[in-house]
């Protein structure tokens, strides 16, 4: 469940396990049914589906909300449809070998346990793991970051508070789990019990978050498990190569598959300030009106709905973007700084993670204008130690091997 950059480590895990041999299906949502088979793996339907609700635009509003989103997500459409998700997934894995669950599959856990299927757990991003030693920013509360020179104890009181209030919240899961059958728990189910205790698999890397001894027990840090989107048509990847011979390397501007229904003035700001900077850049637009800008373009700016990034990022002075987990990815793998508008969910987080790392500079979605982009690309591009950090990483991250590394884990379970 999620965005593409929830979907595509599983295709990535999924493609490497269907070449040693089994026969991985993907559930997820409908309408990602032709995504999964251009993979060439199976699918298997899991409600809900975001493309079924008559308020998608009122819902993807209303959940980019920094302070609630989230909760609001989380209420609206997982759990509200928490019975329609156990249903299909109790279809899907009658007569499997092994059920592999992400954080947003509240009804995979019961389905595991009700079931009997081997349950391996995972996680794309670090902050799922709510860790005293390394504490998330929260979206909702980011000036909590404060309180880190308090050191973990301080962190777990506060995380403890937060399960509590979150028992509301996870009631639907209480109840239905009384109705399946299953014997009341003291895990908490949106928090350590999500966790298998077989085996937890962190699909990223080392690198942007390493193991803490309040992590999961059995957790396997993977590294990033890449997968490679296809190409775009030939005409395109044509037009990229020659705007990239014609002039210095641009800055290139984009947002994630979940964010470009809220995009409002994040390109026309970007526009301005490459306007001032006089620098090239390319912009990935996406299909959404929102996301449009007004032609013509100034010279040396071109823009395309949808660039593969791994067949773009190579290419790039710098990356602006919102601070989605996979974007980062690919921005980390191509050794790159990169400007973080961070928009909600785990987003914060990650954009701070790389602002640790020395390769980012971030800018509140609130203060994102063309002023305050043209001061953070200066000190970017101007400043070598950015962009020496992110090949340093880069070179790093290209030795791990997140996709064999987690299916090598998958398979030592099967056996």
């Given at each position: 469940?999620?965005?593409?950059?929830?979907?595509?480590?599983?295709?990535?895990?999924?493609?490497?396990?269907?070449?040693?041999?089994?026969?991985?299906?993907?559930?997820?949502?409908?309408?990602?049914?032709?995504?999964?088979?251009?993979?060439?793996?199976?699918?298997?339907?899991?409600?809900?589906?975001?493309?079924?609700?008559?308020?998608?635009?009122?819902?993807?509003?209303?959940?980019?909300?920094?302070?609630?989103?989230?909760?609001?997500?989380?209420?609206?459409?997982?759990?509200?449809?928490?019975?329609?998700?156990?249903?299909?997934?109790?279809?899907?894995?009658?007569?499997?070998?092994?059920?592999?669950?992400?954080?947003?599959?509240?009804?995979?856990?019961?389905?595991?346990?009700?079931?009997?299927?081997?349950?391996?757990?995972?996680?794309?991003?670090?902050?799922?793991?709510?860790?005293?030693?390394?504490?998330?920013?929260?979206?909702?509360?980011?000036?909590?970051?404060?309180?880190?020179?308090?050191?973990?104890?301080?962190?777990?009181?506060?995380?403890?508070?937060?399960?509590?209030?979150?028992?509301?919240?996870?009631?639907?899961?209480?109840?239905?789990?009384?109705?399946?059958?299953?014997?009341?728990?003291?895990?908490?189910?949106?928090?350590?019990?999500?966790?298998?205790?077989?085996?937890?698999?962190?699909?990223?890397?080392?690198?942007?978050?390493?193991?803490?001894?309040?992590?999961?027990?059995?957790?396997?840090?993977t590294g990033f498990p890449f997968y490679d989107q296809g190409s775009a048509e030939i005409q395109v990847l044509?037009?990229?190569?020659?705007?990239?011979?014609?002039?210095?390397?641009?800055?290139?501007?984009?947002?994630?598959?979940?964010?470009?229904?809220?995009?409002?003035?994040?390109?026309?700001?970007?526009?301005?300030?490459?306007?001032?900077?006089?620098?090239?850049?390319?912009?990935?637009?996406?299909?959404?009106?929102?996301?449009?800008?007004?032609?013509?373009?100034?010279?040396?700016?071109?823009?395309?709905?949808?660039?593969?990034?791994?067949?773009?990022?190579?290419?790039?002075?710098?990356?602006?973007h919102h601070g989605g987990i996979g974007t980062i990815a690919s921005a980390l793998r191509a050794g790159r700084q990169m400007l973080i508008v961070p928009f909600t969910h785990d987003m914060p987080d990650n954009a701070?993670?790389?602002?640790?790392?020395?390769?980012?500079?971030?800018?509140?979605?609130?203060?994102?204008?063309?002023?305050?982009?043209?001061?953070?690309?200066?000190?970017?591009?101007?400043?070598?130690?950015?962009?020496?950090?992110?090949?340093?990483?880069?070179?790093?991250?290209?030795?791990?091997?997140?996709?064999?590394?987690?299916?090598?884990?998958?398979?030592?379970?099967?056996?």
């Open positions: 469940m999620g965005s593409l950059g929830d979907l595509y480590p599983y295709l990535a895990i999924g493609r490497e396990l269907k070449a040693r041999g089994h026969k991985p299906i993907i559930g997820t949502y409908g309408h990602f049914h032709q995504k999964v088979a251009a993979a060439g793996l199976g699918f298997q339907a899991i409600r809900p589906d975001p493309a079924e609700f008559r308020v998608q635009h009122e819902l993807t509003k209303r959940a980019s909300n920094p302070r609630n989103g989230t909760e609001y997500l989380i209420r609206k459409m997982f759990l509200s449809n928490l019975r329609d998700s156990y249903q299909d997934l109790s279809q899907a894995v009658k007569g499997v070998d092994l059920l592999l669950t992400n954080p947003l599959t509240y009804a995979g856990p019961l389905v595991a346990q009700k079931s009997g299927v081997k349950w391996v757990s995972s996680v794309v991003q670090p902050m799922t793991f709510y860790s005293a030693y390394d504490p998330p920013v929260l979206s909702s509360a980011p000036v909590l970051t404060k309180l880190r020179h308090l050191g973990p104890g301080v962190y777990s009181a506060l995380f403890r508070l937060v399960r509590w209030r979150a028992q509301s919240l996870a009631m639907p899961i209480t109840r239905l789990r009384g109705e399946i059958g299953l014997l009341p728990s003291k895990a908490h189910p949106m928090f350590e019990g999500q966790f298998s205790p077989a085996m937890t698999l962190a699909l990223f890397s080392k690198m942007f978050a390493a193991p803490q001894p309040d992590w999961p027990p059995n957790t396997v840090v044509s037009y990229l190569k020659s705007f990239i011979k014609d002039g210095e390397p641009p800055i290139i501007f984009c947002l994630g598959s979940s964010e470009y229904d809220n995009a409002r003035d994040f390109f026309r700001h970007s526009l301005d300030a490459v306007r001032q900077l006089r620098k090239r850049a390319v912009f990935v637009l996406g299909n959404h009106p929102q996301s449009m800008l007004p032609r013509p373009y100034p010279e040396g700016v071109v823009a395309f709905n949808y660039i593969p990034f791994s067949q773009l990022f190579c290419h790039a002075s710098a990356i602006v701070e993670r790389a602002w640790r790392l020395g390769v980012a500079e971030i800018i509140p979605r609130s203060r994102y204008n063309a002023h305050n982009v043209v001061e953070a690309l200066q000190l970017l591009l101007r400043n070598n130690s950015y962009a020496a950090k992110a090949v340093e990483l880069s070179r790093t991250m290209q030795a791990e091997d997140g996709i064999k590394t987690a299916c090598d884990a998958l398979e030592s379970c099967l056996n």
